[in-house]
């Protein structure tokens, strides 16, 4: 086709009110802009006000499948307009993901923007960008979203500073998503990966060991020794010797319980283990470190009449929904029939497992355990 008889043709399109011509227009121009020949030319300043008019007056009346498509057509040009990509970065998921991924006209203060007002989803793209400045990796960090420190530990080329590796080995003992990717990261250094190693599963002790050349035996007896301290500091029940007062032994699982914190292996299956030893104020005590909540809100929820509350920090802490009704149970066993409300309350505290994320049930066990 011509130049002449596409210029015609755009005009035929910029005339009609036809919604699938206004989309084809659309796309012509983008076809135009990003033609052999466009390049600086683009960039001047009357020219990008009238590209930014065009395309933002096409846009707000443009289908969702055609601003997909213009998403995917401008995720590369450097000559589009910076309101528009803003604008499309907001979108829907899908429409932004191609400009967050690879847009250069994006810059440092736009992807903080984002970080604030965009969805988890937008976060999860954005910790994904190749060669994220360090001030966006700042932010995730701050915000300790886990989905969002999950991409980011797995972004190989992301800005991060040495102190960033080590918030990011920190986070890893509650944040198990992490602990694969940062295993793998380029910079990971060895003093890190034996930090790494004391929290992580066999296979990633292997893989940890064989990289940095770790000395495994001495590592694992280190390991061994700080259970087995742990496992001795538990008061055990021998006649003839005199039991702690209810002052000392709450002092002890609080040192127990810190202990297999600081060991990363205070995990929630410990807490079933705990309620089948009959042992309910080490499970208070290690649900509170478990959560980071306040101790004295998990007492108050045990003896309440409100299951759910119990059930929310269940939720919070990765407990699944089946195992639910058996640790209720067992607490009611143990704590005289409380947290009570009967069985009707019991089948409503299942709805704290769903569809509600872990963030959302803490801040909800906070919130109403505070009221209590």
């Known amino acids: 086709m011509s130049l002449a008889l596409s210029s015609d043709r755009l005009l035929d399109l ?20 990003d033609a052999p020949g466009g390049g600086e030319g683009m960039k001047a300043s009357q020219v990008q006000g009238l590209l930014n008019s065009i395309f933002m007056s096409l846009v707000v009346e443009a289908e969702r499948d055609i601003r997909r498509r213009l998403s995917e057509k401008l995720a590369d040009a450097d000559w589009a307009p910076p309101a528009l990509i803003n604008v499309l970065a907001l979108d829907e998921i899908e429409i932004a993901a191609p400009i967050i991924a690879s847009s250069p006209v994006l810059q440092d203060t736009d992807l903080l923007r984002l970080l604030i007002e965009a969805t988890v989803e937008h976060q999860i793209e954005i910790a ?45 003992r509650q944040v198990t998503s992490l602990r694969t990717p940062l295993s793998r990261h380029p910079l990971l250094t060895q003093r890190l990966a034996e930090r790494l190693y004391l929290w992580v599963g066999l ?5 940890l060991a064989e990289r940095f050349r770790l000395d495994k ?25 005199t039991l702690p007062s209810a002052e000392e032994r709450e002092a002890m699982e609080r040192k127990l319980i810190d202990k297999l914190h600081q060991a990363g292996q205070l995990r929630p299956g410990y807490l079933v283990r ?15 470190m478990l959560g980071r909540f306040d101790a004295d809100h998990v007492r108050r929820a045990l003896d309440s009449d409100r299951p759910e509350l119990l059930a929310l920090a269940c939720s919070a802490v990765g407990i699944d929904r089946s195992v639910f009704p058996a640790i209720l149970q067992m607490v009611r066993e143990l704590n005289a029939d409380r947290p009570g409300g009967g069985e009707d309350s019991a089948r409503r505290a299942s709805g704290a497992f769903g569809p509600v994320t872990a963030k959302v049930a803490h801040a909800a066990f906070r919130q109403a355990a505070g009221a209590l």
């Open 14 to 33: 910029a005339k009609s009110r036809a919604p699938a011509d206004r989309e084809r227009l659309l796309l012509a121009i983008v076809d135009l802009c």
């Open 128 to 172: 994904r960008r190749p060669r994220l400045p360090q001030t966006a990796v700042a932010a995730i960090l701050a915000k300790a979203e886990p989905a969002v420190l999950s991409a980011l530990a797995s972004n190989k080329t992301a800005e991060l500073s040495l102190d960033d590796m080590e918030q990011l080995v920190e986070m890893s």
């Open 203 to 207: 296979a990633l002790r292997q893989a």
């Open 217 to 241: 035996r001495a590592l694992d007896r280190a390991i061994a020794a700080a259970i087995a301290e742990i496992q001795s500091a538990a008061p055990d029940e021998i006649e003839g010797v």
């Open 274 to 288: 705990t309620l089948r030893e009959g042992r309910l104020s080490l499970f208070a005590t290690a649900l509170a």
